[in-house]
């Protein structure tokens, strides 16, 4: 029993843990939340129902077209809605941001409806037993390519002259024009990274809960915004342990409160602002009077 729900709990874990990354990435580099994310990861699940019902619900093709919207969705939210505020106060990119994501909402009720919609199964049936748990093949396929994402994102970050300039943007972007890298570039490129793993995202809760609404990007972005700051916000292997503790916080919880399922992420959330702000692998900042 406890061994089911530890597994459910990493499955819906690192789920959060891709959007998670998303709010990580632009904080990192801006130093705001693009409170927008979790309705990109909400479009992601209806461009990958719209996919499946329309051309084709393999997996190998759907994960990447997603992948490609969404990121496409995002560099067009950050050129079009937060470019041109880039240097005004963060009072002001956050509430574009909120209307950005009510924008995206409203998009999508408008297309599909307000009801729930039934998500197809993107993974084989079956399970394999471990001996000390049983896992069914879509969890095993779910774990793998979540795992996959990762250690690109990895590379990404830390193998490339891309990823580097992430790094260099993340502690002064300021500095950046003036070694001859184009900080406009580097920005844009990480919303379209960001979004895409919150499209992604989408699509394997779609597939994993088989139904998708146009609300999930409220309780959904929510947890996940609840996941970085456990993990500190901007730090991208923070996002993930967060994510992973929130899902196996939430599992465990609803299995005795049920009916309380969604106040852990606002228990968790008190208890890290209460006792360790800066989050897990945050830092704490400088006080300045």
Same mark, same amino acid.
């Given at each position: =029993?406890?061994?089911?729900?530890?597994?459910?709990?990493?499955?819906?874990?690192?789920?959060?843990? &891709?959007?998670? &990354?998303?709010?990580?990435?632009?904080? /990192?580099?801006?130093?705001?939340?693009?409170?927008? *994310? !979790?309705?990109?990861? =909400?479009?992601?699940?209806?461009?990958?129902?719209?996919?499946?019902?329309?051309?084709?619900?393999?997996?190998?093709? &759907?994960?990447?077209?997603?992948?490609?919207?969404?990121?496409?969705?995002?560099?067009?939210?950050?050129?079009? %809605?937060?470019?041109?505020?880039? *240097?005004?106060?963060?009072?002001?990119?956050?509430?574009?941001?909120?209307?950005? !994501?009510?924008?995206?909402?409203?998009?999508?009720?408008?297309?599909?409806?307000?009801?729930?919609?039934?998500?197809?199964?993107?993974?084989?049936?079956?399970?394999?037993?471990?001996?000390?748990?049983?896992?069914?093949? =879509?969890?095993?396929?779910?774990?793998?390519?979540?795992?996959?994402?990762?250690?690109?994102?990895?590379?990404?970050?830390?193998?490339?002259?891309?990823?580097?300039?992430?790094?260099? %943007?993340?502690?002064?972007?300021?500095?950046?024009?003036?070694?001859?890298?184009?900080?406009?570039?580097?920005?844009?490129?990480?919303?379209?990274?960001?979004?895409?793993?919150? !499209?992604?995202?989408?699509? &394997?809760?779609?597939?994993?809960?088989?139904?998708?609404?146009?609300?999930?990007?409220?309780?959904?972005?929510?947890?996940?915004?609840?996941?970085?700051?456990? /993990?500190?916000? /901007?730090?991208?292997?923070?996002?993930?342990?967060?994510?992973?503790?929130?899902?196996?916080?939430?599992?465990?919880?609803?299995?005795?409160?049920?009916?309380?399922?969604?106040?852990?992420?606002?228990?968790?959330?008190?208890?890290?602002?209460?006792?360790?702000?800066?989050?897990?692998?945050?830092?704490?900042?400088?006080?300045?009077?």
């Amino acid at each position: =029993m406890i061994s089911t729900i530890i597994v459910g709990g990493l499955i819906l874990g690192v789920i959060y843990s &891709l959007v998670a &990354l998303g709010y990580s990435l632009v904080y /990192g580099i801006l130093k705001f939340i693009n409170f927008a *994310h !979790g309705d990109v990861y =909400m479009v992601g699940a209806f461009v990958g129902l719209y996919i499946a019902s329309t051309f084709t619900a393999s997996p190998w093709i &759907l994960i990447p077209l997603t992948a490609v919207v969404t990121g496409l969705l995002g560099f067009l939210i950050e050129k079009l %809605a937060y470019k041109p505020l880039r *240097h005004a106060s963060r009072l002001n990119s956050m509430i574009t941001a909120i209307a950005v !994501g009510t924008i995206l909402q409203g998009v999508v009720l408008k297309t599909a409806g307000p009801q729930t919609r039934g998500f197809p199964s993107l993974f084989p049936e079956g399970s394999i037993n471990l001996g000390f748990v049983q896992i069914s093949l =879509m969890q095993l396929w779910l774990l793998v390519i979540v795992a996959v994402l990762l250690a690109v994102l990895y590379w990404l970050v830390m193998k490339t002259n891309f990823g580097i300039s992430m790094r260099a %943007a993340s502690e002064n972007i300021n500095q950046l024009n003036l070694v001859g890298i184009n900080s406009n570039q580097v920005i844009s490129l990480t919303f379209v990274i960001g979004a895409a793993l919150g !499209g992604v995202a989408g699509v &394997l809760a779609g597939s994993y809960f088989t139904a998708i609404f146009p609300y999930m990007g409220a309780t959904g972005g929510i947890k996940a915004f609840v996941a970085a700051i456990i /993990g500190g916000i /901007g730090n991208l292997p923070g996002a993930v342990v967060g994510g992973l503790i929130m899902g196996i916080s939430e599992v465990v919880f609803a299995a005795y409160f049920p009916s309380y399922r969604d106040a852990v992420a606002f228990l968790l959330l008190i208890l890290i602002l209460l006792y360790r702000p800066q989050g897990l692998f945050g830092e704490k900042g400088e006080e300045r009077v």
